[in-house]
Structures are given as C-alpha cells and as structure tokens.
C-alpha cells in the first residue's frame, strides 16, 4: 500500500538528499503524491561481481521509495554486457561469457538485497525481450535517433573532437537501456550523474512509443576516500559492500574530514538536524572530527554486518591505529615453499598475494615502494621497514616475524 499523501518535510528529504537533479522534479513529485504504485527503474550490466559505497548511495534511494510502498524493478543487463558502454572511461566493457554473467550477476543480487527489501523488488533480465530480436528490430529502434543526437553525449563528442575511435556499439547502448524502460513502463529510472544521457534517450523513446516518458533521478557521484576522484574498485579508493569489518571501519577512518557530511548525509539515516548541526559543529572546529567520523565509520559497518561486528572493529581501530598496538587475533600464514627465502622467484609481494594482504603483486609492489610494508619481530619488538621486492629473511621459532601491510593487515609468518 503507498502512504498517503506526504508532507513538505517529506517531499525535501526524498528530492533533495542524496539527490543530484530530478528530471522533471514537479512531475515526480505530482506523480508521488497521487497515490499510484511507481515503478522504479534500476539496471546494473554484471561486468563486475561486487558493489561498493558508491553504489549504495541510490540503492538507499530506492529504499526510502520502497518504504512508501512504490515497485524496484532491477534489470539485470545479460544482454548489454556485450555492448560497450564508456560511460566517461573512454573504454568498451569487455565481452562476458554467459556464465560470466550469470556468477556476477548471482554476486552482485546477493549485494544489492542488503540494502533494498527484496520482497519488494522484481527481477527481470534482459534477456527475456532482446532475446528474441531480430536485425529487422535493432535497425527499427536506430532509425528513431541520428547520429548528431548521440554525439550530444559529452564522452562521445569529446572523442569524436579528438577523431579518437567510437565503436558502434556504443551507440547502441544508450537504445537498448532506453528500450527496457519502454518494455517494463518505467516511470522512474536512477543513475549517476554520469549516465544522465542515457537516462533521457529512455525518457525521448517512451515518449516517441506513446508511453508518458519517466522520470530521471540523478544521484550524485560518491568520492572515494582518497578524497579526489569518484569511488572506484580500479582507483583502489573504494569500500566493498562486503568489505570484512575491521577493513570497512578502517577504510572509513581514512576519509578527509571535507568528506564527513556528505558521507552521512548519502550513507546514514542521521536526521536532517542532525546534519545541520554536524556540519556547523564541524565548520567552527566546535567537534572533533575524529569523534564524527567514528560514529560515522560505525554506522556504516554495522549496517553491512551488525552492532557487535561494529564494536570489536572500533576496538580494533583504537588498539592497532590509534594506539599502534598488535592486533590480537593476527592469522598464522606458513610459506610452503623454501622458494620464499631465496631468488627464485618467489618473494615478498608473491607471499602477501599468497597470504590476501595484496589483491596482486603490481598492487603488493606499489604498497612496497609507498613504504607500506613492514617486517616486525616479535622477540625484539624491531620493525624494519621493506624496502624493495626481495626474498623472505630465514624463519625460526625463536624469531617469529609479523608482516604488516598498511595499517590494518597484518599475519605471522610462522616456520613450517
């Protein structure tokens, strides 16, 4: 049942938190006060298996809707993963097997339903219509747009002004997102502010097919906690949705204080007042932001894992960061190969893939050459700092060694 009709205090907190640009904001807010179910529109290409804080901010959008009673349709884009789509990277998505898709898809579902109530979400997949098209209907859907309606698009004319390539395909894309909001009679679609073009060709083409054309909710673009570009997995400068918690907290501590308001305000239920008055607090250095962004870094993890999990991963943060201690629980890593102790191709940055302290060794190199590798023995208490790839030292009951990556990971090497 949708609630009744809503205040102005309402109206202000669903249009403008977490909020970008609506696309036309009267006609939603006419739309949201007639009482009528609205279906909302949501789709994700699985060209990836996870999700991550930037993602939530519109997730937790759709929540709120939900709440009132209005329909999430996801639309899980099996069929465009095989399209490029730059979306502002200037770079086509590499071509997906379909059980490529269906593992992404499976992963990213499982993401998405800690957010937004899944007995109140659809699942569709393209699929099921583009399935069945012909040559004779993708030819049909391009006559209905021209070329220099497309290069309107800003990563399209920007490279077409720099005679850089634009496959085909890629115009593509902005159709066929457009036709599944034509095929499920969206009335709202959400995305970035960076898929704003895409959005309007599926507000023109319902139009043009007769349907009353959607409304665009734009979400804003979370920054990443290196404080300057948008969250991003290949930036490394995002938080996983399924990020352990002591990593989560610990990631969320990392954040430039300038970030603290926009962070709650996108990722917390803290109240508009709230807000108001954090961020006066914040502005006459009447707060330290520590404190904030503590109360912060705890709301966030426990809502991906819970109270408890929040509290031992505060803990954690105060013991190990804020005091320097080591950790309690570190987990026992054992080489198995004596290739870790001498140059035979096996060396430090090999054993932190090996132990999950590094996602890869370019990325256990770089944290290398940044000085972010430390050994420390346990005996003597002496910290020795890594500063090249090279093999591991000789291992020995007596001198049992801890590798620290950063400032949170940590596992003792112990001699097999």
Known sequence: MVRPLLNPEDILEITTRGVTEIISQADFVRLLQSGTPLRLKMGFDPSRPDIHLGHVVGLRKLRQLQRLGHQVILIVGDWTAQIGDPTGQSATRPQLTHEEVTSNAESYLRQFFKVVDKDLTQVVWQSEWFGKFTLADVIKLTNRFTVAQFLERDDFAKRFQEHRPIAITEFLYPLL?????????????????????????????????????????????????????????????????????????????????????????????????????????????????????????????????????????????????????????????????????????????????????????????????????????????????????????????????ILKVGRRRFVRLVDA
């Open 177 to 401: 997102q457009a036709y599944d909001s034509v095929v499920i009679e969206s009335d709202v679609e959400f995305g970035g502010t960076d898929q704003m073009f895409n959005l309007l060709v599926g507000r023109q083409l319902q139009e043009m097919m007769g349907q009353t054309p959607q409304q665009c909710f734009l979400m804003p673009i979370l920054v990443g906690t290196d404080g300057v570009q948008k969250m991003s997995k290949s930036l490394g400068n995002y938080v996983a949705v399924e990020e352990p918690p002591n990593d989560m907290y610990g990631k969320l501590m990392s954040l430039p204080d300038d970030l603290i308001v926009s962070y709650l305000a996108y990722l917390t239920d803290m109240s508009s007042s709230e807000l108001a008055d954090a961020s006066r607090a914040l502005a006459s250095d009447e707060v330290n932001p520590m404190e904030l962004k503590k109360g912060l870094a705890w709301d966030i993890t426990s809502q991906f894992h819970d109270g408890s999990a929040a509290d031992d991963a505060q803990a954690n943060f105060e013991r190990v960061i804020q005091r320097r201690d080591i950790p309690e629980d570190i987990q026992d890593f054992s080489p198995q190969t004596q290739d870790y102790f001498r140059d035979a191709g096996k060396r430090i940055s090999n054993l932190m893939v090996d132990a999950s302290l590094a996602s890869s060794t370019s990325e256990a190199k770089r944290l290398i050459n940044q000085g972010a590798v430390q050994l420390i023995s346990e005996t003597t208490g002496e910290t020795r700092t890594l500063e090249r790839d090279h093999p591991l030292p000789d291992l020995n009951p007596q001198n049992r060694c």
